[in-house]
């Protein structure tokens, strides 16, 4: 392979060459970057100033695109957005029609976005929405957590809520999906006592359903826990045609963590243990597992033993 052998003179030359053509092509960037570019980008509605008396339903997709008219870093800053583009879209016209012309609203699209952006079109230009009576419906709320307890405490009785339902508005097809109403998750980490506060209900999804109240006040009653040992008898199920069915042993070991309050409350008549013959029936199982069916709520079972049981038949 040939080498070329430059003087100090020619090399000095070619990197001058390049430093030139480095910054000729910074300066085509910086130029091509500052013009006025018109691109498109997705963008998901946000339905505002919906009318209180008027269940609707939205009759196409929940996401337009806009042509934007910006500078070339906006276009490229475009293609890094990780989270999608959001407009606010004003249902205020739905008082006298059922449909809603973007046209009219670009004024207030526009202060949305920084002064050297424009959105110059959205398509589609016209939303189309179908309007229903509104159905009032009252759910349980939900409480929704992520905590984690010091070692030895736990969630000893239930967690309370007031109000514990929350009433919500909408067509009735929507309504009919809404068996409940999650709160905002509420997190906490190494608990040792009970907890107490307020915490806004999730929000809603849907512009035409409306629900209230959106706070609810919760209580986390919080105790220390121990483990208890107990005997539980064994019950046979789906072995009535036989004469008989000897189970050994007879009897399971259960260990469970209850609370010190609740301790002398947790007695083997609160447990249900059962083996089912229909396993053998079938599969002609040579053992049947132990299956716990009935226990105390707020009672953590820590152990079985054993967790499978021989038997005699005798038919």
Request: overall charge neutral; hydrophobic content about 40%.
């Amino acid at each position: 392979m040939a080498i070329l052998n430059l003087t100090k003179a020619q090399r000095q030359k070619v990197r001058i060459f390049i430093i030139c053509i480095c910054v000729s092509v910074f300066s085509w960037a910086l130029f091509a970057m500052s013009n006025k570019y018109t691109y498109r980008i997705p963008a998901a509605m946000r339905y505002v100033n919906a009318p209180d008396n008027k269940a609707f339903h939205p009759l196409q997709s929940d996401t337009v695109d806009l042509q934007v008219e910006g500078s070339g870093w906006q276009v490229f800053f475009s293609r890094l957005r990780l989270q999608a583009q959001e407009i606010d879209v004003d249902l205020s016209p739905l008082k006298s029609r059922d449909w809603v012309v973007f046209t009219n609203q670009m004024g207030f699209i526009n202060r949305q976005f920084s002064s050297n952006q424009r959105i110059v079109a959205i398509s589609p230009d016209t939303l189309h929405f179908d309007f229903s009576k509104q159905t009032v419906k009252k759910v349980p709320i939900k409480f929704a957590s992520d905590m984690s307890f010091q070692k030895q405490y736990a969630i000893i009785d239930s967690v309370t809520l007031n109000p514990q339902y929350v009433t919500v508005t909408g067509p009735l097809e929507d309504l009919a999906r809404i068996d409940e109403w999650e709160t905002d998750t509420f997190r906490r980490n190494n608990i040792n006592s009970d907890i107490s506060g307020r915490l806004f209900l999730q929000q809603k999804k849907q512009a035409n359903i409306n629900v209230y109240p959106n706070i609810v006040e919760f209580n986390v009653p919080v105790g220390e826990v121990t483990e208890k040992v107990l005997e539980i008898p064994i019950r046979v199920e789906n072995g009535d045609e036989f004469a008989s069915v000897r189970l050994i042993p007879s009897k399971v070991t259960i260990t469970v963590l209850v609370s010190l309050r609740n301790y002398m409350d947790i007695l083997p008549s609160s447990f249900e243990a059962v083996v089912d013959l229909e396993s053998w029936k079938n599969n002609r199982a040579e053992s049947l597992p132990v299956i716990i069916t009935q226990f105390p709520e707020f009672c953590e079972i820590v152990k079985i033993s054993p967790q499978n049981v021989d038997f005699i038949i005798k038919k």
